[in-house]
């Protein structure tokens, strides 16, 4: 155990024994299942994106190496080089378009790209030969998204090239759900099929032996159809499922958002608070300042709408959220300076998700933990073990 010191009042606690137990978690699920439909258990690849969804790549990744994950995902090269700089020793696979980077990352740290486009094809193998290197590589297939990847029903004219490179060696074949939090949406299933014919298609180009995956976390729990041989889960990690899907595996938030309170005040009725006066008291009221605002990361919109902890306490977000600090409703709780607020996470029996505040304030989780701000430190209070990992 080591307890990093936090010189600001507002710091993001990351539990990485939660984020272990996350990872064991969706094992279990994953295995439980297989078992039921006596299929194989997926392999895991483990996504640390944008700063591992703003809870620190090094040390997420390296705790989910720890932990055993075999293969983790990020979204371009420079945060692959951050990952290797950082100890991680497992395969690295780079989900971004890669037409226009600096490519010499991927043969000095190891990386495996992404083909999504004919330009990033050409690109890699340009610099493949430029490092006499043979590079293995994904290939994407757009399925319907409409974002990365190559369209689905023309593989015979735009394969071909790839196939026959000789410093292209592909490893995997894998596509991405568009509507895969939206159980209601039957278009994953058309998004599948379109996968199933064109990896056939793949296949009598001459592409064999290709592992194949498709699922991030709202599919993997949706449908074990879109398995394959890898899942892809990121928010699931984080200790998040998707609403509608929540009760399949029971997860633990790793990211606890907390702040001290810096001052306290009495206002009187007919006072307004903050820019704009957008709270005006009715009665008299007791408002408490918390160092954090927008410049933070947090969210505009929580003005008025959303609240944080105080002494076990809902206490309201009053006014506009500031750069630096917002204000908030603490009449009546025997508030002072330096009580600990929360902002995301549980103080006594309250609670408050990341996903509620995301959709208070009309967005969604990810991007409320993606903003969390560089100026906000993350403490890491609690170490996995190393021992006794069986994955
Ligand atoms: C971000 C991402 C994932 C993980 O998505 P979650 O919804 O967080 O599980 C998987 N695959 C790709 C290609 C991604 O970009």
Redesign the pocket.
Known sequence: MEEAIAVRPTCAHVDLGALEANFRAIHRYLDERASVTRVAPPSVIA?V?ANAYGHGARRVALALQDAGARVLACADIEEGVALREAGVEVPILV?GALSVSDLDGLFSHALTPTLSTPAAAKAVEAAAVRHRRRVKCQLKIDTGMHRLGFRHDNLARTIPSILSSPHLAIEAVYT?FATADDVDDAFLDVQRARFEAALVDLQALGLSAAARHAA???ALLRDERTWYEFV?????LYGIAPPGLDDRLALQPVMTLRSRVVAVKGIRTGDGVGYGLRFVASSPREIGVVPAGYADGLDTRLANRSAVLVKGRRAPVVGSVCMDMLMVDVTGLGVSPGDEVVIIGTQGAEAIDVRDMASAVGTIPYELLCRVGARIERVYDQETPTAGTDR
């Open positions: 996504v994106k989900f991405h991030n976390s709202a892809r889960p990121g928010l699931l």
